[in-house]
């Protein structure tokens, strides 16, 4: 297993960071080769907005016009930016995804999985869209995103599994990524997890009135 704690560009929270290389090296205690990688891969986020915002609007366009009003506000707006793409837009989009996937691929010569934080943040406020930014850093809509987008590019099988809680307790997922159509065996590490660091007993208190 490969282990990369920022994917050679995201930055991550402290806290998340910390959190997760434990858990990279609870799976070392377990029996698990991991070895932590620099990777050298560019922050493929202006690619994967091509892709997302031009999927909304692609599934939504028709009606829009008619039920637009009647959209999640975010999605409304995920629309609206797809419209504005142009066709050269979505022909570099698939240059670089491409690009992209040849670099992915290099790490599976190697290793069987790759295990990353599944966000760079610990989890926000309910209502609130975005992340609060880094200090001195402003982050597009949805790059707190940073370690799943890429996946939804290359099309691979990932799951996300508790790895830890904050200190305000709230969860912090660690991600395992698996060779494209490798399906079994992201599950199969994820059941393994599940089996050495059990967490389906922490439940938050939920009060209704």
């Known amino acids: 297993m490969a282990y990369s704690p920022d994917l050679g560009y995201a930055q991550v929270d402290s806290e998340v960071a910390e959190l997760c290389q434990r858990g990279a090296n609870r799976l070392t205690e377990a029996g698990a080769e991991v070895e932590q990688i620099d990777l050298?891969?560019?922050d493929p986020y202006d690619c994967w907005n091509v892709f997302f915002y031009g999927g909304a609007t692609a599934r939504l366009r028709d009606s829009f016009v008619e039920q637009g009003h009647l959209l999640d506000p975010g999605l409304r707006a995920a629309v609206e930016e797809g419209m504005k793409l142009s066709v050269a837009e979505f022909t570099n989009a698939l240059t670089a995804r491409n690009e992209f996937w040849l670099k992915v691929c290099r790490v599976y010569d190697t290793y069987d999985l790759l295990v990353t934080p599944t966000l760079a943040v610990p989890p926000f406020r309910i209502g609130q869209n975005n992340a609060d930014p880094f200090p001195g850093r402003q982050l597009g809509d949805l790059q707190w995103t940073?370690?799943?987008?890429?996946?939804?590019?290359?099309?691979?099988p990932a799951t996300s599994v508790p790895c830890g809680w904050t200190a305000?307790?709230?969860?912090?997922?660690m991600q395992i990524i698996g060779r494209r159509f490798d399906d079994g065996?992201?599950?199969?590490?994820?059941?393994?997890?599940?089996q050495i660091q059990p967490w389906a007993d922490r439940r938050p208190s939920c009060n209704v009135n």
């Open 40 to 42: 050298d891969w560019a």
């Open 146 to 156: 940073a370690f799943t987008y890429p996946i939804n590019l290359t099309g691979q």
């Open 168 to 173: 305000s307790n709230l969860p912090v997922g």
């Open 185 to 194: 065996l992201v599950l199969r590490a994820a059941r393994a997890w599940e």
